[in-house]
C-alpha cells in the first residue's frame, strides 16, 4: 500500500482476481512461464474443445494428471491469507479464481467463484450435469446421469465461456477495490476486470511476480512472491479498514 492512494482504506466491497501465480508456491506450475508450454503441452493441445474432440484420451489423460498432482500440493500462505482476511472483514467481499485447482477451496475461502472451471468437478457432454470428482476418467467411464462415456473435464478451454459472469461483472461493478494476485494478464475477460473496476470508481492494486499485461490500468503495484507479499498486504489492509471503521 502507498501512502498517495485515494482513499483513507475505508472500502467496503472488495473483488479478489488470483491466477496461476497464487498457486506457484504451492508447487502447481504457471501457464507462461515455461517458455509457452503447460506441463510439456501446448495449451492448443490440450485445452481446446477442438483438442477434445481431436484426441479426447490425451486431454482426459492430461487432466487426470492434473487432479492427481492435487493429492501432492497444499494452500499456501497466499491462500490462506485470503481465507483468513475474508472471515475478519466485515465488508463484502468476493474472491473469482482463473484457477482450477482446488487451493483456495482448501485454504477455506468461502465466497468463491471458479470462473474457469475445476479439476474436482466433471460434466456431463449431453445433459450438462457437474459431478464432483476425484479419480481419473478413462473410455470406460460412465456417466452417471446417461450411462454413457460422457464425461468430460469441468473446465473451461479456450473459445468457451467463462463461469459466473453475471455475478462477477455486479460485483466488480459495485466494488470499491479491486486487487489482482498471480496473474499474467494475457486472458480475457479476466485481464480485463481492472479496467471495469476502475469505472465503479474502485482503487486497483496488482500483486504478482512481475508486471502483468495490464500493469498500466492499475493505480498500486507490488512486486515479489505472492506467498509473502499478500499476507502483509492484507494485514495492513485489514487493520486499515478497521480502523478507519472504529474512526
Ligand atoms: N507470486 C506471485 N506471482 C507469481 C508467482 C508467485 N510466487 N509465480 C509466478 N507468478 C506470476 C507470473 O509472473 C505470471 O505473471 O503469475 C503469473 C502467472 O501467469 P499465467 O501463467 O499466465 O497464469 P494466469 O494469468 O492465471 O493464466 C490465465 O490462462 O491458460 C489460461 O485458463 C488458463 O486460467 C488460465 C489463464
Given at each position: ?29 504457471t ?6 508450454l503447460?506441463?510439456?503441452h ?19 489423460r ?13 494452500p ?113 475477460p ?14 486497483t ?18 512486486y ?13 489492509l ?8 472504529d474512526?
Amino acid at each position: 500500500m502507498t501512502a498517495n492512494s485515494a482513499r483513507p482504506y475505508a472500502y467496503q466491497r472488495i473483488v479478489v482476481l488470483t491466477g496461476a501465480g497464487i498457486s506457484a508456491e504451492s508447487g502447481v506450475n504457471t501457464f507462461r512461464d515455461n517458455g509457452g508450454l503447460w506441463e510439456n503441452h501446448r495449451i492448443e493441445d490440450v485445452a481446446t474443445p477442438e483438442a477434445f474432440e481431436r484426441n479426447p484420451e490425451l486431454v482426459q489423460r492430461f487432466y487426470n494428471l492434473r487432479r492427481a498432482q492435487l493429492t501432492e500440493v497444499k494452500p499456501n500462505a497466499a491462500h490462506l491469507a485470503l481465507a483468513n482476511f475474508e472471515q475478519e472483514y466485515d465488508g463484502e467481499f468476493l474472491l473469482v479464481t482463473q484457477n482450477v485447482d482446488d487451493l483456495h477451496d482448501r485454504a477455506g475461502s468461502q465466497k468463491l467463484l471458479h470462473m474457469h472451471g475445476e479439476l474436482k468437478k466433471v460434466r456431463c457432454v449431453r445433459t450438462h450435469r457437474v459431478y464432483d470428482w476425484s479419480d481419473d476418467i478413462t473410455d470406460n467411464t460412465l456417466c452417471e446421469c446417461c450411462q454413457q462415456p460422457n464425461l468430460r473435464p469441468h473446465i473451461v478451454w479456450f473459445g468457451e465461456m467463462p463461469l459466473f459472469m453475471d455475478e462477477i461483472y455486479r460485483a466488480l461493478q459495485s466494488c470499491d477495490l479491486f486487487i489482482s494476485v498471480g496473474t499474467s494478464g494475457h486472458v480475457y475477460p479476466a485481464a480485463g476486470f481492472v479496467e471495469l473496476a476502475t469505472q465503479a470508481g474502485a482503487d486497483t492494486i496488482e500483486i504478482n511476480l512481475e508486471p502483468s499485461q495490464v500493469k498500466d490500468a492499475f493505480q498500486e503495484h507490488i512486486y515479489g512472491k505472492a506467498g509473502l507479499m499478500l499476507p502483509m498486504y492484507l494485514t495492513k489492509l485489514l487493520q486499515a479498514c478497521q480502523a478507519s471503521k472504529d474512526a
